[in-house]
Each structure stands twice: as C-alpha cells, then as structure tokens.
Antibody
Framework: EVQLLESGGGLVQPGGSLRLSCAASGFTFSSYAMSWVRQAPGKGLEWVSA????????YYADSVKGRFTISRDNSKNTLYLQMNSLRAEDTAVYYC???????????????????WGQGTLVTVSS | DIQLTQSPSFLSASVGDRVTITCRAS??????LAWYQQKPGKAPKLLIYAASTLQSGVPSRFSGSGSGTEFTLTISSLQPEDFATYYC?????????FGPGTKVDIK
C-alpha cells in the first residue's frame, strides 16, 4: 500500500524558513517523480514543485522559484521541500504527491498524480 | 504558461443527474489532462488521466473526453458521494497547473 506521510509544517514568521519532509513507502521510490502541491485556505490547488526519480531534474512554480528547493534522498525514501524567505501568501496545506508516469517517445512523462499525502499546514504569520 | 479555465465554477445538481464539467486550455495540450475530485478536508483523488483513462478503482459513472484545448468530465448518474470539488490539471508542459475548480453541490 502506497503511503506518503508529510511532516515539518507549523507556524513561522514572515522571512523565516521551514523544511517539509515526506516519508514514502509501498512503492519503488527512486523510480517515480514526486511533487509538492499546496492549497491556501479556501482556495484551489496550486502546483509548487516537482523532482525526477533520480533527483537530477527539478521544476518550480514561478511563485516559489529562488525561495524553495525540492530534493530527495532515495536511500531514505524521503522527499523534502526547503522553504526560505516565507511570505504570508505561502500559507497553505502542502501535499506531497507521487506522480503517475508513462513512457512517451522514450522519455518518462508525468500524466497525473495518483497518490497524495494527508497534507501538512504551513502558516506564515507574525 | 498554459492557463486552464473550468466551467461552470459552481453546479447545483440532484442525485441521479448527468453532470458535465468543461476544462479549457489556453493552448493545445494533446491528451495530457487529468481530473481530480476533492472533498472538504481531504487530499484530492485522481479520477481520470490522459484525458479519458479511468484510474483504477474509480466508478465507471465517471468518464473523460477531449483533446487539444477542450475537455469534459462527465458523471453519468450523480451519487451522494460525488458532491465535491473537481479540478483539471494539464501535464503537457511545466508548470503543470490546475484549473480553478468546479464545486458540485446538492440541489
């Protein structure tokens, strides 16, 4: 059974930092791209960042580029999101997510998110 | 970046109704579109990927269609557990953004 368990959320002051972790189990972690998706209170879903299975490729939303860093430790089956220079607008539930992938013209391609964690709340406020 | 719009934003329907939600992309995305269902306080759930492929375990009353810039999610006979918010997501290119959502409420 696939399980994704986030941790590290909490209350932080504007300008502060936080590191989210996501412990994965039930699948071959290193074979799958992973993502972070967030949802501000009462708002829709916002894709934040993604990382390839090897960790060699990373992608970011413009809203977090230069402030957030996604990484993974395949030996520990763990995904991370380092969040620096946090702003009030970063307040949200952050979901760790496993990408559904397929081979397209010899390249692994994400075609959806098939498993989600329960989410961890990050609140940026003074 | 590719922008997604959904219509309607809100839909009031009764049990047994046929419901259709539309997702439009600002440029062609082939069939790289997924649909999700989210209930309050819960993580989203994948319903459809590649525009029309039903995710394992999802009831067959859900179906997806479309390609290019226009896509639809259809629920053939709305059930009580289907009242939720539905999101589309494009995966043709980064950033793989989501649509704004369609809330399906009880009439």
């Amino acid at each position: 059974e696939v399980q994704l368990l986030e941790s590290g959320g909490g209350l932080v002051q504007p300008g502060g930092s936080l590191r989210l972790s996501c412990a994965a189990s039930g699948f071959t972690f290193s074979s799958y791209a992973m993502s972070w998706v967030r949802q501000a209170p009462g708002k829709g879903l916002e894709w934040v960042s993604a990382i390839s299975g090897s960790g060699g490729s990373t992608y970011y939303a413009d809203s977090v580029k230069g402030r957030f860093t996604i990484s993974r430790d395949n030996s520990k089956n763990t995904l991370y999101l380092q969040m620096n220079s946090l702003r009030a607008e970063d307040t949200a539930v952050y979901y760790c997510a496993k990408n559904l992938i397929t081979m397209v013209r010899g390249v692994l391609w994400s075609i959806g998110i098939d498993y989600w964690g329960q989410g961890t709340l990050v609140t940026v406020s003074s | 970046d590719i922008q997604l719009t959904q219509s309607p934003s809100f839909l009031s329907a009764s049990v047994g109704d046929r419901v259709t939600i539309t997702c439009r992309a600002s440029q062609g995305i082939s069939s790289y579109l997924a649909w999700y269902q989210q209930k309050p306080g819960k993580a989203p759930k994948l319903l459809i990927y590649a525009a029309s492929t039903l995710q394992s375990g999802v009831p067959s009353r859900f179906s997806g269609s479309g390609s290019g810039t226009e896509f639809t999610l259809t629920i053939s006979s709305l059930q009580p557990e289907d009242f939720a918010t539905y999101y589309c997501q494009q995966l043709n290119s980064y950033p793989p953004g989501f649509g704004p959502g369609t809330k399906v409420d009880i009439k």
